[in-house]
């Protein structure tokens, strides 16, 4: 496996997920290199247990390393000054989906947090919602999703560079959340389609 923070920061969130008994999405993971700019991207999607395909709430993560951030991870790694410290941009989309009528964002805010919990002493925060119909080729049948993201930013300081299981302590946290998150949106009152493959 290569030893560099960024694939420590992916396995520590991994791993805070996972523990967290949340589903991750089959073929939803990538891992992306900007080949112009050298910015590296993670993705990755997790469900509830057993909610079908597609599920009815879903979190969307992406971690995103850029290249000034690698090449101030290289200076520190050959001992040079540290000047600036790297950072992991997160973005964590919530989204609720297969819904048979349009969503009424108020209700869906009111079981939302206005920010994440700390991770080391930063929070993400919440943007504002986004609605989407889906209609079939011939207008007959349609379905409705919303979503809302989470943006924000993790600095890495020397230790944590020095030492990749800080990670685990710093990214514990987020599992949980997205878990009770999911949980909190999956209860609200709403009529859903079926999962794709009990379809008709």
Not at 79 to 100: F, H, K
Not at 136 to 162: C, I, M, N, R
Request: hydrophobic content about 40%; aromatic content about 8%.
């Amino acid at each position: 496996m290569l030893d560099h923070v960024f694939t420590d920061a992916i396995g520590a969130l991994r791993d805070a997920l996972e523990r967290a008994l949340l589903e991750r999405q089959a073929f939803e993971e990538r891992l992306q290199a900007d080949v112009l700019l050298g910015d590296l991207t993670w993705e990755t999607s997790y469900g509830l247990p057993g909610e079908g395909t597609p599920p009815r709430v879903r979190a969307d993560l992406t971690l995103e390393w850029p290249t000034w951030s690698q090449a101030a991870y290289r200076s520190w790694y050959i001992d040079e000054e540290l000047t600036e410290l790297p950072r992991i941009d997160i973005e964590v989309v919530l989204r609720v989906q297969r819904l048979a009528r349009p969503a009424e964002p108020s209700g869906f805010l009111a079981a939302l947090p206005i920010d994440s919990p700390e991770v080391s002493g930063e929070r993400l925060h919440r943007s504002g919602p986004t609605l989407e119909t889906v209609h079939s080729p011939d207008l007959t049948e349609s379905q409705h999703a919303f979503e809302v993201s989470y943006e924000g930013s993790y600095e890495l300081d020397e230790a944590a560079l020095a030492d990749g299981s800080i990670l685990d302590d710093h990214f514990g946290a987020i599992g949980g959340w997205i878990s009770a998150t999911l949980v909190k949106l999956g209860d609200l009152d709403l009529e859903y389609l079926p999962p794709a493959e009990v379809q008709d």
